[in-house]
């Protein structure tokens, strides 16, 4: 559930990350290669990002692979091992 905090320059401050899904999402990283993992959890690309966090003062998480691979990133936003799960759903 999106709950607002506050505005501040005409944009949302969000208290809370909304959830896109209660799992993980499964991606092929490739080794060098930069990635945005989505933070606010309103990108339509989940997990990565698209821009949607524009109204809000959250940013998403810029990083390079460093091996190439499947990952299971996290779809929660809760995750304490950022961007990648650690399970955190199942306590949701």
Request: hydrophobic share 30%; net charge positive.
């Amino acid at each position: 559930m999106l709950q607002l905090a506050l505005q501040r320059n005409g944009r949302q401050a969000l208290s809370d990350r909304e959830i896109a899904q209660k799992a993980p999402y499964e991606l092929e990283l490739e080794a060098g290669k930069k990635y945005a993992w989505c933070r606010c959890g309103r990108s339509k690309a989940q997990p990565l990002c698209d821009g949607a966090h524009s109204v809000t003062d959250l940013r998403p998480l810029v990083f390079t692979a460093e091996e190439t691979g499947t990952k299971w990133m996290c779809g929660c936003k809760h995750t304490k091992d950022e961007p990648f799960c650690d399970g955190s759903h199942s306590q949701l």
